[in-house]
């Protein structure tokens, strides 16, 4: 959850900011962590997910009846959420090395 | 197949390739449309998987049996499609606009 706000992107990055959030579990708010997805397509991160399930068979962003036998690995998600964190960390980094030409000078 | 060629990065934004990568269909290696997931975690185009399907009942990725019933929409890939798309168009815009200081100056 405080991971949420932690996250702030230089102005010349904050098109990066949509790709941050969808890459965002709907229950913990952290980015996702071994990507599960329900019968109707929402992802969470598998320990979130389970635990949740274990209370109410519903998918927690749209209702939808769900069990976990109904869950899939999403796999590609946990790929992209690592390239993702690579490329903000890189992208960042240069970014303070060389800051943007202000239009005064 | 020819777009895949097509898309270079500048070297500062080299980063952002392995996200590229990862969100092209492993059949026509254009970027996923309309995601579809097989059971086995693999993502394609709607339209390339079934059509593949139509032919041979399995993954063309890691030959687990497969079948068309078995597809499951992966909505969240075609959001990230689109964000890292509009994000890439930004980042390279500005990035023509202010290029890297070079070391030489
Ligand atoms: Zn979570
Ligand atoms: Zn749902
Ligand atoms: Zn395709
Ligand atoms: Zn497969």
Redesign the pocket.
Known sequence: MAQLNEVDFPPNLSCLKDIDTLLR?P??F?C??ITMMTQCSHN??S??IRKFLSYKLLCPVCNMPSTEQDLRNNRLLDDLVQSFQAARQKLCHSNLESPPISPQT
Chains 1, 2 share one sequence.
């Open positions: 579990c229950i913990c952290e996702l962590n969470f991160c320990l979130c």
